[in-house]
């Protein structure tokens, strides 16, 4: 991924108002992010944990979306699979992610994604998960980061549709 601003980061937001994407909180740490091993810019707001946000680029745009977090289940132990990038995680290493349609007809998709929205970097073994988090697979690092990223495209073509 490119690396991009935080008003870039702003304008891209496609399911909530401009008002709330002016709001949102925008990591502070772009500059030191690894923009070269992101296949999209995702964070947590820090002062909101159930609130998390996704940047990607879809077609010829940045698309943003608002997320909100489910409630984690207490106790939670066994291992949970990210839809995104398929890692596997122990405890609450998963989350639902929910993200509200395009289009105000009050309907939400979700998608079981890393909790810590860093996919990107388990793919390519720069984060680790723990024993077991990968499986061993025949494909390549780039057909990996291609399903992963049509991964990305079919969440966000959800929320736009």
Request: glycine share 10%.
């Amino acid at each position: 991924m490119d690396p991009i601003t935080e008003r870039e980061i702003r304008a891209s937001f496609v399911n909530c108002t401009k008002g709330a994407a002016k709001r949102l909180a925008v990591p502070r740490d772009l500059a030191e992010r690894p923009w070269a091993d992101l296949d999209f810019l995702g964070w947590q707001d820090l002062a909101s944990p159930a609130r998390a946000y996704l940047v990607a680029e879809h077609g010829d745009r940045l698309v943003g979306v608002a997320l909100r977090r489910a409630a984690p289940n207490a106790g939670h132990t066994r291992r949970s699979l990210c839809s995104i990038c398929l890692t596997s995680h122990s405890g609450d290493g998963v989350s639902l992610l929910t993200a509200r349609r395009v289009g105000g007809d009050g309907n939400s998709v979700g998608a079981y994604i890393c909790t810590d929205l860093a996919c990107s970097l388990y793919l390519r073994g720069k984060k680790d998960a723990g024993p077991s988090s990968r499986l061993h697979e025949s494909l390549t690092l780039d057909e990996l980061i291609a399903r992963t990223r049509g991964n990305v495209a079919g969440f966000l073509q959800k929320v736009l549709a």
